[in-house]
């Protein structure tokens, strides 16, 4: 009877294990269901990135910035497109994405373009680049002098001779304020953008920038370049820097650099130059010394120091007393202005005979300009010069101004002067004229009186 009454028991015991069996053990099936819903949603979602990331057959409307362009652009080269800004960062062509990290950075490059612009420009800039990004210069542009630098950079490389030259006077308004980029230009240059940069400093011409252009020009390696930064700062003309050239002059070991000082100083000296360089000779501790200043007195070629240079040089009827004063002779006939000139030929009459030979000589040389008047008024019979010194030497510098209007008083001079001195000057000083420019001659010739021949030959005269 017990084991009747347990039987029903039994079953419906078992009944009760099975129901919570199912109840406790439900996760089993559920996980299996969660994979299928992945690789479903995996799948959905890799077609949706490459449906995005195929290019549409439809034209897409530009980006804004797109429209942006430079003064030296057409519209035509605006920004780069996606594709061209893709390609110029070597990014490889898209591939099916192996993770979501891939597929996230790929599409982060295809839909940022102005970072990557933007990224573009920072690399080049502080690569120090001078390759053209578009909208580099505007930029560049509005930040003071470092945007005139950049409008003068992009004037050389376009050959636009007109903003070069505006690029040049803005440099040089800004005054010293410019000295510092304009140096570093020169110092880390050797193209025509440096020479424009020294050129700026020469005119700017304070003390401030005439010593920076002379510190870069001694740290510069031998060569053309060097020469040409050396011939633009021999170029110096503001009178305020004339005591930083002197000494310059005086200090420097480096020829190159004396050189471009003392021609500096040639062409701005005036009675206080002189002075100070009259100074310093006396006190000068070595004959080299003095004569270095004797040679800087003999460049001079100034007509400010016409008055000082002929006090220096003496009286007319003196020899020179010292090379200091054979210096200031020498210097007039550079600065070779009306007053110099007659200073020279009186001193030529004034010498004793077989004493002139190098004044002779030093008037023979004048080929100033300035000088022209003066030499053809001599030439033709000044009454305070004679035949064989000061008139003859007056015609044989002539040669150095070959014109219509020289050839023509040689020719009369030829033809009608008693002189066998003067005379044979003249012809002397025709035939080399005709040998180096013919048409003055001729030109002249035509002009003559036909009935008077003109001969090279003095002994057909």
């Not at 003309?237 to 480096?254: G, I, V």
């Not at 005379?423 to 030109?443: G, H, K, M, Y």
Request: hydrophobic share 40%; glycine share 4%.
């Amino acid at each position: 009877m017990t084991h009747r009454r347990n039987t029903p028991t039994a079953k419906v015991n078992g009944q009760t294990k099975v129901k919570s069996f199912i109840k406790s053990e439900w996760p089993l099936f559920f996980y299996p269901a969660l994979v299928v819903a992945a690789i479903i949603l995996l799948q959905m979602v890799g077609r949706s990135i490459q449906k995005d990331l195929t290019p549409s057959t439809h034209p897409q409307p530009p980006h804004p910035s797109a429209a942006r362009t430079t003064p030296e652009q057409s519209p035509h080269e605006a920004f780069p497109t996606a594709a061209e800004h893709e390609k110029s960062m070597s990014v490889p062509d898209w591939v099916p994405p192996s993770s979501n990290t891939t597929r996230a950075l790929d599409t982060d490059l295809a839909t940022d373009r102005l970072s990557v612009i933007e990224a573009l420009r920072d690399r080049a800039e502080a690569a120090g680049s001078e390759a053209f990004i578009p909208g580099a210069d505007e930029s560049e542009e509005s930040q003071g002098i470092n945007g005139t630098v950049a409008i003068l950079r992009r004037a050389v490389r376009t050959r636009d001779h007109a903003q070069i030259k505006q690029a040049i006077d803005d440099l040089v308004a800004l005054g010293d304020e410019a000295v510092v980029p304009l140096s570093d230009l020169i110092a880390g240059g050797m193209d025509e953008t440096a020479l424009w940069a020294a050129e700026a400093l020469a005119r700017i011409g304070t003390p401030t920038a005439t010593a920076a252009l002379f510190d870069t020009l001694s740290q510069v390696n031998d060569g053309l370049y060097r020469e040409q930064i050396a011939k633009t700062a021999s170029n110096v003309s503001n009178h305020d820097s004339w005591p930083l050239l002197l000494d310059t002059f005086q200090e420097t070991m480096d020829a190159t650099v004396q050189r471009a000082a003392a021609a500096s100083l040639s062409r701005m000296a005036d009675r206080p130059v002189l002075d100070e360089i009259i100074a310093r000779y006396d006190a000068a501790l070595t004959e080299e010394e003095a004569a270095h200043l004797a040679q800087l007195v003999r460049n001079i070629s100034s007509p400010r120091a016409s008055e000082s240079l002929r006090a220096l040089a003496g009286d007319a009827s003196a020899s020179p007393q010292d090379s200091l004063q054979q210096a200031a002779i020498d210097a007039l006939a550079n600065v070779a202005d009306a007053p110099s000139v007659s200073f020279l030929l009186s001193k030529l009459e004034a010498v004793p005979p077989g004493e002139g030979a190098s004044l002779f000589n030093t008037i023979t040389k004048i080929n100033a300009p300035q000088a022209h008047s003066a030499l053809l008024y001599a030439a033709a019979g000044s009454k305070d010069v004679s035949a064989e010194h000061g008139r003859t030497a007056a015609i044989y510098a002539l040669e150095n101004y070959p014109t219509v209007e020289t050839c023509v008083l040689l020719e009369r001079i030829a033809a009608t002067d008693d002189n066998t001195a003067v005379i044979t000057a003249a012809l002397r000083t025709l035939e080399n004229i005709q040998n180096t420019v013919p048409s003055a001659v001729e030109q002249a010739i035509s002009k003559a009186d036909s009935h008077t021949p003109l001969s090279l030959d003095p002994l057909q005269k």
